[in-house]
């Protein structure tokens, strides 16, 4: 009892440090630049179905299926309920817990087309082995074909802690769940659609860097705040969209970053009630605060627009990630491709799945 207290207690003090604070505030500058960049870009047709590639079998009675992360709330929650409205062939719902997962299913199946096959799929992301345990379910399942991961999952951790696999959690959850995800399937014909975050635009090259060196170190003192830990796992996404472009392209593999402006969900959990409802607040008078399925509209925009490479906002407009220079881009990259584990064999590599 008095350690849960004294952790609640560390807690708070890293969030209500000057450092943290300050974090959050340039947050908000950069909220504001992208939606001012926003406002003068051309607002995209919205989709009313899936594209044929993710709405009708392949030419072995195969279905194509999206694998939606995070899909027990929030934005994750949202992508997965209209893509199976939108008439997705097949749906994975990967939720914490299958429990949580055949709830959402439950609840998609009521409102979706009767003829979507949904999966439910209960996967902790900080365990790389549920996630290699997850993949290969999907792959032994000859009816289905995946052809669109969308990794919504995302922890906002208000302590610096580390999962029982030694990886700082925000990490683990943000930054190299996606990537183990795409070991597990291969890349070979996948749009990979990773959600970001307007708060990458506060991280240096230099501090990536930092993050790099810190999140699998054990060291005891926090390097980073957490709000830093934060913006530099969201950084990473937009790195590992952009090497994976390079890597893969040539092999039918697109990727985009869908960052949904400030959307109001539990993201933000673990932050003080005060500090939160402040927050909260500040967005909602400035009308920068949109529900769980406007942030959704900018994930599924970026699921479809195949050209894009980072989506803004529920308009879907495109506007450029913040530059780190590029070989801490490319380091990025390799670390998280390492973190990822070995290489698969390669017939993953040739779409038998
Ligand atoms: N809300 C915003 O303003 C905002 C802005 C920019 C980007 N984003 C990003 O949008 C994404 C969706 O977040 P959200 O805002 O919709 O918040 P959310 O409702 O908290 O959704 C996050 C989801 O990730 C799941 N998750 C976390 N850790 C997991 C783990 N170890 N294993 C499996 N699932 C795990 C959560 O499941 P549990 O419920 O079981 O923990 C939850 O369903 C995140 O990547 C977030 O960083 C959000």
């Not at 030694?166 to 070979?188: D, F, H, Q, S, Y």
């Amino acid at each position: 009892m008095a350690s849960t207290r004294a952790a609640i207690k560390n807690q708070g003090t890293r969030m209500w440090s000057a450092a943290n604070l300050a974090e959050l505030v340039v947050w908000f500058v950069w909220l504001l630049h992208s939606e001012f960049i926003a406002r003068f870009q051309r607002r995209r047709p919205v989709e009313r179905r899936v594209p044929a590639w993710l709405g009708e079998c392949d030419d072995d009675g195969r279905r194509p299926a999206a694998i939606v992360t995070g899909a027990g709330s929030g934005i994750g929650r949202a992508v997965a309920v209209q893509l199976a409205r939108m008439g997705a062939g097949a749906l994975v719902i990967a939720c914490r817990t299958l429990a949580e997962a055949s709830a959402v299913t439950d609840e998609i199946r009521a409102a979706a087309p009767e003829d979507v096959v949904l999966k439910p799929v209960g996967v902790d992301l900080r365990d790389p082995a549920q996630i290699v345990a997850m993949c290969e379910d999907i792959r032994v399942d000859k009816s289905l074909h995946v052809r669109l991961v969308v990794h919504c999952a995302g922890v906002f951790c208000a302590s610096w802690r580390r999962t029982e696999w030694g990886e700082e959690e925000t990490a683990a959850v943000n930054a190299v769940a996606g990537p183990r995800i795409l070991r597990g399937l291969g890349v070979k014909g996948i749009r990979f659609v990773a959600v970001g975050s307007f708060t990458h635009r506060a991280t240096s090259s230099a501090r990536i860097r930092r993050w790099m060196a810190a999140v699998h170190t054990t060291n005891i003192r926090p390097p980073l705040t957490p709000a830093a830990a934060y913006s530099c796992s969201k950084t990473a996404v937009v790195a590992y969209a952009w090497g994976a472009r390079r890597r893969w392209g040539g092999d039918g593999f697109t990727a985009c970053v869908a960052d949904p402006g400030l959307v109001d969900t539990a993201i933000n959990r673990e932050w003080p009630a005060a500090l939160r409802g402040l927050y909260l607040a500040v967005a909602r008078v400035t009308g920068l605060l949109t529900a769980s399925s406007t942030g959704a509209a900018a994930v599924l925009r970026a699921c479809f627009d195949e050209e894009a490479t980072y989506v803004y906002g529920a308009r879907g407009v495109q506007i450029q990630p913040s530059d780190t220079d590029l070989t801490a881009r490319e380091e990025v990259f390799n670390h998280l491709e390492d973190l990822a584990g070995p290489q698969p064999p390669p017939r993953w590599w040739t779409g038998e799945h």
